[in-house]
């Protein structure tokens, strides 16, 4: 690999996949470096971005078949025809690291029959250990594992210092900004969402002006599970008539295609001892620092409480959502990397939630909650011992992820990890 090159989380999953199949698509929104993890490994790239590659790949759509593998095809979605080129490729030879693919929109492979020849790879924003901030030392998938692990360890990272790292965002290409060059660039980057990528997803944006609404109300409700209505009421406000959900679900399903809005699906358990779960999911952009900026907010006014330029009505403070967004997206890559997946559970009315359920494949779980507080007390371990008392030995571990300076476990045995001190 390129020594300039941070190696990723994803890299880990590349290894052991990418020498045992013949297509893997890495996807996940602008900008989180799919292109440059790919690179590492490609031995021919098509740009389908560059207007010349583009042209030749549209008028020969079986060329990108016939270079060195792996064979890097860039930003397929410029020219869809290349990911039948490749299907077909693959039926034809399906010798194991022959494509990678990158997007930053939804392939069809889980509708398409390519779906068995090309494997979805999903890659999200840097994680605080990929950023460099802080030094692991709780493995996720040693939790996840069964075996209730010591945890231990200290970090010096603050709430400000957390605050600072979900405005500074964890898209590699901004790491290096800061202050106003970063807010400039995060404006950029909305402002192409917008004006660009939602119109080659085929969705015309006659008023760009109502998108970014939507999205400012999304980045409003970031970590909370609000209502389809309310964020329609932040998103419209001071309009007397409100549009219809058929006018409006277009956006959601475009910025969810492009993989701007991330939400987190409700854990559906099938268990006859856990009724009355809300369905609804928990609202994440892809990025925490996009929220920030949608809303006017920077790193003291999150800490001295202000929500920004809407509001949505939520549970607790937007900073609590916003952290726990933070850690949402670490949790979301170390679970990935470990097969896993992430949910949230929530009973009506909210009698009982648990901020991120870690499913492993066999349907065991790992219960996570994630409090903006240094310290963890008896009630906020509450719902983590409903659920254990609810599903029993289903219940493989139970976790606070916090902002306090210590990993260690409760006498309940709860363990409390420190967001800098989680690890894949």
Known sequence: ??????????????????????????DGPKGVGKTSTALQRAGQVWRLDDPAQRAV??????????????????????????????????????????????????SPV???????????????????????VGAPTVSLAELLNGDRPQVRGQTDLSVADYA?????????????????????QLDGYIELIISREMT???????????????????????????????????????????????TTQPYIDVLTDLRILDDIEAWSPSLNRLSRLTQGPKHHLADPALATRLLGL???????????SVHVPRDGLLLGGLFEALATLS????????????????TYAGRHEVDLIV???????????????????????????WLGDKIGDRLIDRVVVSTGPHAYRRKDGVAVVPLGLLGP
């Open 1 to 26: 690999m390129n020594a300039a090159y941070v190696r990723r989380v994803v890299d880990t999953e590349l290894d052991v996949l990418l020498p045992a199949l013949p297509a893997i698509l890495l």
């Open 57 to 106: 790949a549209q008028a020969d759509p079986d060329i990108v078949a016939r270079g060195d593998p792996p064979v890097l095809v860039d930003e397929w979605q410029h020219v869809p025809a290349v990911f039948d080129a490749v299907k077909r490729a693959v039926d034809r030879d399906n010798t194991p690291g022959r494509f990678l693919l990158t997007g930053s929109a939804a």
């Open 110 to 132: 889980s509708t398409h029959t390519g779906a068995a020849r090309i494997v979805n790879l999903p890659m999200r924003p840097l994680t605080l250990e990929e950023r460099g």
């Open 164 to 184: 600072d790292e979900i405005v500074r965002s964890g898209l590699p290409g901004l790491q290096h900004l800061e202050g106003r060059p970063l807010r400039s």
């Open 200 to 246: 080659m997803m085929g969705h015309r944006v006659r008023r760009p002006a109502t998108v970014l609404a939507w999205l400012r109300a999304y980045g409003a409700a970031t970590g909370d599970v609000v209502a389809y209505e309310k964020i329609r009421d932040a998103a419209t406000s001071g309009h007397g008539d409100k549009p219809a959900r058929t």
């Open 298 to 308: 920077d790193a003291g006014a999150l800490i001295a409480g202000e929500t920004g």
């Open 331 to 346: 949790v979301r890559v170390f679970a990935q990397a470990a097969e896993a997946r992430v949910y949230h559970l929530r």
């Open 359 to 385: 499913e492993r494949g066999d349907g065991r779980v790992l219960a996570v909650e994630v409090k903006l507080a240094s310290t963890v007390d008896t009630d906020d371990v509450k719902h983590l011992n």
